[in-house]
């Protein structure tokens, strides 16, 4: 697959390979300010404006037509530009309008996606290593199913570090026709190649072509602990894994170079694979390089509240003209293919902080 076009911007907010986003056309009122979710007044001892966003609005719905349009416009640049969305499984379906109690698939949104890699399906929910709840893992099967059946290919990472807990986890995705990865951390602290198993599962000498062929996946989130980029690109390129996932920026907000990627797109036997970008969308984190030094919580107005578990993560509303610029403002970077973080933002506007679930 040939180095594809995509925008600086895009660049610049992560290496371009996870999760991505007809702005609507509310404009938010001068002088309002956010605090934790919610607009305030000047006046604390009013009570709280509505907000811009009026009864019709519908923030899954929104989140759809973002992830619609980043894949229109990605694709519009390489027709067969890889996109997974992370979490946000719920998104797959749509409520009957004539019978609320049935859900259909959302056809038109799955086919602007090529996978969903779904977090903590198995293990790794509310606390590292420990088994999710069956409701939740049922669920979240029953749309893994509507997912498979739409042709997208589904991945999930689970938490934990004993190998006992790690073998239970990939042997629940491989009986599902999943493909798992288990991570022995979670977030940012993901920065290593994980020491158990050795060999990816389902390890392979097939060059991948297509997210469809992959058996096996690696997920990096941070690696500044590999030391330069060559020497990240040169330890990630000495295994077999099918794919990779990885930021585009490498320490200090230094971009991956052309010459790492194309290290990172072979396996150690010398067949291709699928190079992926991380980037969230449903969150405007401090230490990405298009953040400036005089944003903060409200201001601009559309950065909401901090992400629970991380001051410098803060929940954007993504709808908005200004985010979605940011994320596919022009055409200048080179990426694969990206998994769309933060897709799950949407909880936040429906519910709270009280909907948002974490993996710790």
């Known amino acids: 697959m040939a180095i594809a076009a995509l925008p600086r911007a895009l660049a610049a907010a992560a290496f371009a390979a996870v ?5 609507l056309a509310t404009a938010q009122t001068e002088g309002q300010v956010r605090s934790q979710g919610r607009v305030i007044t000047p006046d604390e001892n009013q009570a709280p404006i509505v907000g811009p966003i009026g009864p019709l609005f519908e ?24 996109i997974v969305t992370q979490n946000g499984l719920a998104l797959l379906t749509k409520s009957d309008s004539g019978d609320e109690t049935q859900a259909l698939p959302a056809r038109t ?16 929910l509310p606390e590292m290593g420990k088994p999710t709840t069956k409701d939740r893992r049922d669920a979240l099967l029953k749309l893994a199913g509507v997912a498979k059946k739409g042709g997208l290919k589904v991945l999930v990472m689970d938490y934990a570090k004993t190998p006992k807990t790690i073998d239970a986890a990939y042997r629940a995705s491989r009986a599902r026709g999943l493909v798992g990865f288990v ?35 690696l997920y990096i989130r941070d690696s500044s602990a590999f030391g330069r980029q060559d020497e990240f690109a040169l330890k990630l390129h000495d295994n077999n894994f099918d794919a990779v996932v990885v930021d585009i920026f490498h320490r200090s907000g230094e971009p991956l170079t052309r010459r790492a990627v194309e290290t990172l797109k072979f396996k150690k036997l010398g ?17 990405r390089s298009y953040w400036k030094a005089h944003w903060r919580e409200g201001s601009p107005l559309w ?6 578990g991380d001051a410098d993560k803060y929940f954007v509303e993504y709808w908005r003209p200004q985010w979605r610029q940011i994320i596919t403002g022009n055409t200048d970077s080179y990426v694969y293919g990206i998994v769309l973080d933060g897709v799950e933002a949407y909880r936040y506007f429906e ?6 679930e974490v993996v710790r």
């Open 109 to 124: 949104y799955m086919r602007s996606i090529d996978g969903v890699l779904q977090e903590a399906l198995f293990y790794g």
């Open 351 to 356: 519910g709270g902080m009280e909907a948002v």
């Open 183 to 217: 991570a022995p951390a979670v977030g940012l602290e993901i920065n290593a190649v994980p020491r158990y198993p050795r060999y990816p599962a389902g390890a392979n000498s097939t060059s991948i072509i297509s997210l469809k062929s992959i058996k096996n996946f």
């Open 303 to 308: 950065i909401s509240a901090p992400y629970p």
């Open 59 to 82: 923030p899954r719905e929104e989140m759809r037509k973002f992830i619609q349009n980043i894949s229109t416009f990605a694709r519009r640049y390489r027709r067969n530009f890889t």
């Open 271 to 287: 067949a291709r694979r699928l190079v992926l970008a991380y980037l969230n969308i449903g969150a405007a984190e401090s230490h």
């Open 19 to 23: 999760f991505l986003f007809s702005a």
